[in-house]
Nanobody, 123 residues
């Protein structure tokens, strides 16, 4: 069984920064691509960023590229999302998840999910 626990969300002003963390249980953490998704009220869950098992390859949604950075520490079984230059449209619940399939950008290819952490950006 894999458990993912996000932390680091909160309330921040426009232009501010937050760093989200996702702590994973299980020995096989460093074998999987990990991703971050977000879901705003009334909207579908959308892809934010993904990182491969070694950290050597990352991908981002166009809306966050250049502002967000995904990273991981396999020794700590943790994946991070550094969010800079935050905008009100970044307000959402952020989820980390484990990828099982070929497509990193669809939630259908993720099998384990955390409970989410709320990020609110005030204007």
């Amino acid at each position: 069984q894999v458990q993912l626990v996000e932390s680091g969300g909160g309330l921040v002003q426009t232009g501010g920064s937050l760093r989200l963390s996702c702590a994973a249980s299980g020995r096989t953490f460093n074998s999987y691509t990990m991703g971050w998704f977000r879901q705003a009220p009334g909207k579908e869950r959308e892809f934010v960023a993904a990182i491969n098992w070694s950290g050597s390859s990352t991908s981002y949604a166009d809306s966050v590229r250049g502002r967000f950075t995904i990273s991981r520490d396999n020794a700590k079984n943790t994946v991070y999302l550094q969010m800079n230059s935050l905008k009100p449209e970044d307000t959402a619940v952020y989820y980390c998840a484990r990828n099982w399939g070929a497509d990193q950008r669809t939630s259908l290819h993720y099998d384990y999910w955390g409970q989410g952490t709320q990020v609110t950006v005030s204007s």
